[in-house]
């Protein structure tokens, strides 16, 4: 069955810090793989694209790795800011029939 | 620059009533699609449309009814409401060349007593 799990559930850190964010997924066959972010009471807004050629790819502050051996990708933030706080959903396209899996997303929030 | 607008923001319902929630894109998107999202859960697709007069059943489809007499339009129609249909709904569209890039509303939170 096609899964995509994200880790951990929910993540507090104080503004300034870096963190990392996880996503399993078991989607085959594997297209590519999006990071959304949900802001409260928003709608998901891209931020970055991974397809299977790719290893890392940068977006200011934001840095996405993927490795498809393992099936796994990592959403890096640095300097965190309090307009970071926000969900962060990983998406898998499945090859097949363009089906998109999500994760259950991370809580991201940024302390003062 | 509009997007994706969706209406209402919030409603309430009670059990057995109908409404129907209003989705319009101005980007001139082929694929469009509506979403419901609960606590813990990813989105879970409910139905969706690659163009005027073409419909298919998502994930989720039982209770919900679609139409897409438009390029423009896509209301999702809760036909009794339930309170298992207490969620929050969003309508997101793309080109059909890029599925995986999705533009979002800002949702409707819709609650069933």
């Known amino acids: 069955k096609n899964q995509v799990e994200q880790s951990p559930q929910s993540l507090i850190i104080l503004e300034g810090k870096n963190c990392t964010l996880q996503?399993?997924?078991?989607?085959?066959?594997?297209?590519?793989l999006r990071w959304y972010k949900q802001d409260t009471g928003r709608g998901p807004v891209s931020l970055t694209i991974?397809?299977?050629s790719e290893n890392t790819k940068s977006n200011g502050r934001y840095t996405a790795t993927l490795d498809a051996d393992t099936k796994q990708s990592s959403l890096h933030i640095t300097a965190s800011q309090l307009s970071d706080s926000a969900s962060y959903i990983c998406?898998?396209?499945?090859?097949?029939?363009?089906?998109?899996?999500w994760g259950a997303g991370t809580k991201l929030i940024i302390k003062p | 620059n509009a997007g994706v607008t969706q209406t209402p923001k919030f409603q309430v319902l009670k059990t057995g009533q109908s409404m129907t929630l209003q989705c319009a894109q101005d980007?001139?998107?082929?694929?469009m699609s509506w979403y419901r999202q609960d606590p813990g859960m990813g989105l879970r697709l409910i139905h969706y449309?690659?163009?005027?007069?073409?419909?298919d059943q998502g994930e989720v489809p039982n209770g919900y009814n679609v139409s897409r007499s438009t390029t423009e339009d896509f209301p999702l129609r809760l036909l009794s409401a339930a309170p298992s249909q207490t969620s929050v709904y969003f309508c997101?569209?793309?080109?059909?060349?890029?599925?995986?890039?999705?533009?979002f509303g800002a949702g409707t939170r819709l609650s069933v007593l």
């Open positions: 997101a569209s793309s080109t059909l060349l890029a599925k995986n890039i999705q533009y």
């Open positions: 980007m001139n998107h082929e694929y």
């Open positions: 449309s690659v163009g005027a007069g073409i419909t």
């Open positions: 996503c399993n997924y078991t989607v085959s066959p594997f297209s590519n």
């Open positions: 991974m397809t299977f």
């Open positions: 998406v898998v396209s499945a090859d097949s029939n363009y089906q998109l899996i």
